[in-house]
């Protein structure tokens, strides 16, 4: 069984990413040996980053306990999708302080990005990857932009068309087979 841990890249009040992550869930949960949820980051009250060394240097001892508690749902992970809007042509300034504020948990674990804004989201991908990479994320190549997003997901149940079913179908197999092989090097690893 493997563990993929969808993180919703925004907070704000009547936020998209939702109701995408809530979509993605469902398809995540179709697939055998996957266990797959949500983490929202609202539920993690993060401080905007505030340690005196950076996560790297931290070995997961946090000072604050929300950061804590985030590590430890985090280290859960094989595997992650990450939602991310495009906020002034980049990804929020939430997730990044999300990221920021882990190191270990994130290593050598897969991602596949999934993105929306009014090129698809394709700058805040663009964004995100330099930051994934930093943190020996193994970022999949492939991802999924979501045009008109607000119009798909307008409704409780969303209008996907064959073409976006068919390239998250293919992300998700790319994550899936990614999460197996790096949990296996990971276990080398240890
Ligand atoms: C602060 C802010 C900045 C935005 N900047 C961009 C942008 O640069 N490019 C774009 O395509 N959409 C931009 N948008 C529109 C968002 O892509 C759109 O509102 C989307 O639904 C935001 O994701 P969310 O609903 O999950 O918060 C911006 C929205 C916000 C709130």
Redesign the pocket.
């Known amino acids: 069984m493997s563990k993929i841990q969808i993180i919703?890249?925004?907070t704000?009040q009547?936020?998209?990413?939702?109701k995408?992550g809530k979509w993605l869930l469902k398809l995540l949960n179709e697939k055998e040996n996957i266990e797959a949820e949500i983490l929202d980051l609202r539920e993690y009250p993060l401080p905007f980053y505030n340690e005196p060394a950076p996560a790297a240097a931290l070995n997961r001892n946090y000072s604050n306990p929300e950061v804590q508690k985030w590590s430890q749902k985090v280290m859960e992970g094989d595997g992650y999708i990450i939602?991310s809007?495009?906020?002034?042509?980049?990804f929020?300034a939430v997730l990044k302080n999300a990221l920021d504020s882990l190191y270990s948990e994130w290593n050598h674990k897969p991602v596949g990005i999934v993105s929306?804004?009014?090129?698809g989201?394709a700058?805040?991908i663009e964004h995100l990857r330099g930051v994934l990479s930093v943190l020996d994320m193994i970022a999949l190549s492939k991802h999924l932009t979501i045009f008109n997003?607000?119009q798909i997901f307008e409704n409780d149940q969303p209008q996907i068309d064959e073409k976006l079913a068919q390239f998250a179908d293919t992300l998700i197999k790319d994550l899936i087979d990614y999460t197996e092989l790096f949990k296996e090097f990971r276990a080398k690893r240890s």
């Open positions: 919703l890249g925004s704000r009547n936020r998209l990413s939702e995408v939602i809007p495009e906020y002034n042509h980049s929020p929306y804004g009014g090129v989201g700058r805040s997003a607000h």
